[in-house]
């Protein structure tokens, strides 16, 4: 299936509006944004995928803080069980495709952002034509499969990632730029191998804090803003690891692994990322 966009058309202006400046000022009176860095978010093509625990709060900041397009894929529907964290649905979209419930909710923080649904899976077949119209991923999904196909993706087709993940009370958040060549890791970098099926945990059997698809949401959101306006110290070659019960965040140093089955044949030359260890990235949405 392919994307069904709104009516809404994303400012291509070169300054903004008097209601953009309203709407937008706390983002103007930032030095490090100011109306130039907003006009970007306006112009940039933000692909969410799942429209679930992080990408309901993903794609509200993201909507929020006026990225122009927001492409949405999910294929699931919304079920009683999903509004303990996704917080873009509502007791009265359940049964509807989550992508257009969060269209909606999108739309009504701010009608002016074009918004494109998906409502059909990512896989190999639709990946590369579905990735191919946004400027950068965010990585919402809740199964490894979709996780490494999208790593493999956004190499291929130059793609900035932004990948969260979380289960029970754990959250981890990275962003990719492997395409780049060395230092640049990727997530097969990092987890080398998809773990078995049958280890794999699940949300609906080891559960999750609602609050924290929150927190790992907006996190993403920032990581996903930073990297659309050019600021800050990336996360690319480093794992965030967040502890809700610790109340702790951490940083892995991680590097390009040499002979990385996705990003080995980029540029293997000088790695100046430290060495990095982690488990397995968790998967729930």
């Known amino acids: 299936m392919g994307g069904m966009a709104d009516k809404s058309i994303a400012s291509a202006a070169t300054e903004l509006t008097d209601p953009q400046l309203e709407r937008y000022a706390r983002h103007v009176v930032l030095d490090e944004v100011g109306e130039e860095g907003q006009l970007k978010l306006l112009q940039a093509k933000v692909l969410v995928v799942g429209a679930g625990g992080l990408g309901a709060p993903l794609a509200l900041y993201l909507a929020a803080a006026g990225i122009g397009t927001i492409g949405l894929i999910d294929d699931d529907t919304v079920d009683l069980s999903n509004l303990q964290r996704q917080v873009i649905h509502t007791t009265a979209d359940i049964g509807r495709p989550k992508v257009d419930s969060a269209a909606d909710g999108i739309r009504r923080i701010n009608p002016e ?142 590097k390009r692994r040499e002979g990385c089955a996705s990003c080995g044949h980029i540029n293997a030359g000088h790695d100046e990322a430290g060495h990095g260890e982690a488990g397995h990235s968790q998967t729930a949405g």
């Open 113 to 254: 952002i074009q918004v494109i649904t998906h409502q059909e899976r990512l896989d190999a077949k639709n990946g590369a034509s579905v990735i191919a119209g946004y400027d950068l991923i965010a990585d919402g999904s809740d199964n490894f499969r979709t996780r490494y196909l999208l790593n493999d993706l956004c190499i291929a087709g130059k793609k900035t990632l932004v990948s969260a993940a979380m289960l029970r009370f754990d959250g981890q958040l990275s962003t990719y730029k492997a395409y780049l060549g060395a230092p640049h890791p990727c997530y097969r970098c990092i987890f080398a191998d998809e773990p078995p099926a049958d280890l794999i945990p699940r949300c609906e059997t080891a559960g999750i804090l609602g609050a924290l698809a929150g927190v790992m949401g907006s996190l993403q959101a920032t990581e996903v803003l930073k990297e659309v306006l050019g600021l800050g110290e990336s996360l690319s070659g480093q794992l965030l690891i967040y502890d809700a019960l610790g109340t702790t965040f951490r940083k892995i140093r991680a």
